[in-house]
């Protein structure tokens, strides 16, 4: 009862938020989602932990009630004739969705700023427009600003934890297969997860026990077998007689020049916390985390430019024709189509993917980004205690020394809109910088969450804890200690 009028309440906050931080593509009408409520408050089977609880979806992810744009011009009036498993199982669980979040084109960028309908400004800082983080900026913000309980983002280098952290809320990415991407409208595949966004740890929790799933329709869900298997080995963890002291690992890699002081003292002060809380801080070292940032800009980058190949003019979106050209047949022209239909930023990301992939630059750059990717998954095998099931690089005692590492999600604080946009004009790898922090656990698959920490003068950072692959429940059974 509580939840539904609560729900009830926020519904009418929507159009003001909207003007305010510009969070929605497209917010779902307001009479049909009160008489839905209503129903679903009705049938009285409001006991589903998720009955009446209002959420939001990331523009990138496809639903049949309205468009599914990407925050491109390639697929403004793209409507898809299927809807996603994610939005299927919220709504089969009473979840209503408000309606569709910002993000930047694609997924590509850390700020929502590169989107056909403009930034979505954070609202923690009402008065002073600074960026929501991406390129989930849209879910993220909606949480923030309570209109929503939860909401659904992607990571595939970080766009779920970085707005989470800037706009001090939740945000967990969990490992790699954990939740389905069928419906997911593809960047770079091999790295692309669903996550969640929220206020608490409990929502969390309770909407990833709904979609921590295997989906046949999904080739890289992760399959029955393989969950059973991390299920053996996650109940052997809780069983061990030690298993309330952690042993916490902190990569001096992390450890990179620019994190802004506040950073580093809420690092530091979370730090403090676990130690007097019994558990064992360990200073280790991952070297391959130095070559991620790099590794992750070529292989993501040549994922997507593969990826992209399909918005043509002919199967999916917008068409520019030209009737009058005489290069044209029927007025259609590819070439046109995609320099009309794509932003900078995408366009810039399918040159660096096609170079890579390019018969002089495939060697050098793209195989050996791969490589470093492997090496990194070894590195981060070797210092886990529990087992990585898919690489089954055996771990040992003497090998394997923590269950998990800490580190911030991002280098500063929610930078100002204006700031952040002179730096990305001045060059684009100024804003690839910010994903750092983020970008090792995509590369791993890991699960990882973004815990929102307030600093001394008040304003969140956030800090993220990562387990091995599978190792999803006791991340975030771990996070109740920093709540
Ligand atoms: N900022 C990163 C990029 O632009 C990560 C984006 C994401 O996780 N979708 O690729």
């Known amino acids: 009862k509580e939840t539904f009028l609560k729900s009830l ?3 009418d906050k929507i159009q003001e938020c909207q003007a305010k931080y510009n969070i929605f593509t497209s917010i779902r009408p307001s009479s049909l989602l009160k008489d839905k409520l209503n129903k679903i408050h009705d049938l009285g089977n409001a006991d589903g932990k998720l009955s009446c609880q209002l959420a939001v979806i990331k523009d990138n992810i496809v639903t049949m009630s309205e ?24 709504e089969e669980n009473g979840t209503v969705i408000i309606g569709k979040t910002n993000l930047d084109e694609f997924g590509m960028g850390s700020a929502t700023t590169h989107s056909i309908f403009g930034a979505t400004l954070n609202p923690l800082f009402p008065e002073e427009k600074r960026v929501a983080g991406g390129s989930s900026g849209g879910t993220a913000a909606a949480v923030a600003s309570g209109l929503a309980n939860f909401g659904i983002g992607t990571d595939t280098g970080g766009s779920v934890r970085l707005p989470a952290a800037y706009c001090g809320v939740l945000g967990f990415k969990p490992s790699y297969g954990r939740i389905s991407r069928w419906g997911v409208i593809a960047y770079a595949q091999s790295l692309d997860t669903v996550g ?6 409990d929502t969390v ?4 026990k709904i979609l921590n799933k295997y989906d046949v329709k999904d080739p890289t869900s992760l399959d ?13 963890e809780y069983s061990r007689p030690d298993r309330n002291i952690l042993k916490i690992g902190v990569a001096e890699e992390f450890n990179v020049s620019d994190l802004s002081p506040e950073v580093s003292k809420a690092w530091f002060d979370c730090l403090s916390k676990l130690q007097k809380a019994g558990h064992e801080i360990i200073k280790i070292s991952i070297p391959s985390i130095k070559n991620s940032l790099p590794a992750y800009y070529t292989l993501a980058p040549a994922e997507a430019s593969s990826n992209l190949a399909r918005y043509d003019g002919i199967r999916y979106g917008f068409r ?8 044209s047949e029927n007025g259609v022209l590819f070439a046109p189509t995609r320099t009309k239909g794509f932003g900078d930023e995408v366009k810039r990301r399918i040159l660096m993917g096609t170079y890579n992939l390019s018969s002089e630059a495939f060697e050098n750059n793209f195989i050996k980004a791969q490589l470093i990717r492997k090496q990194l998954r070894v590195e981060f095998d070797q210092i886990f ?18 269950d998990f590492l800490i580190s911030p999600t991002s280098m500063t604080a929610a930078p100002k809109l204006e700031d952040f946009e002179a730096k990305d004009h001045s060059s684009p790898t100024n804003s690839y910088v910010n994903d750092v922090l983020t970008i090792p656990a995509s590369l791993a698959g890991l699960p990882t969450i973004s815990i929102p920490w307030r600093s001394s003068n008040d304003v969140p950072i956030g800090i ?10 006791r991340v975030l059974q771990t996070s109740e200690i920093l709540k």
């Open 196 to 201: 969640i966004i929220a206020n608490d740890l």
């Open 224 to 236: 029955p077998e393989k969950r059973a298997e991390i299920d053996d080995l996650v109940s052997k």
């Open 9 to 11: 309440r926020s519904l």
């Open 205 to 208: 929790r309770e909407v990833y």
């Open 67 to 90: 468009p599914t744009t990407c925050a491109s011009k390639m697929l403004r009036d793209y409507r898809s004739p299927f809807e996603s498993t994610i939005t299927k199982i919220l």
């Open 385 to 402: 205690r529990f087992e990585n099931i898919l690489s089954r690089n055996k771990v040992n005692d003497s090998t394997g020394i923590i």
């Open 320 to 327: 520019f024709s030209d009737s009058s050209s005489k290069d």
């Open 464 to 473: 993220q804890i990562m387990g091995q692959f599978g190792d999803d429940d």
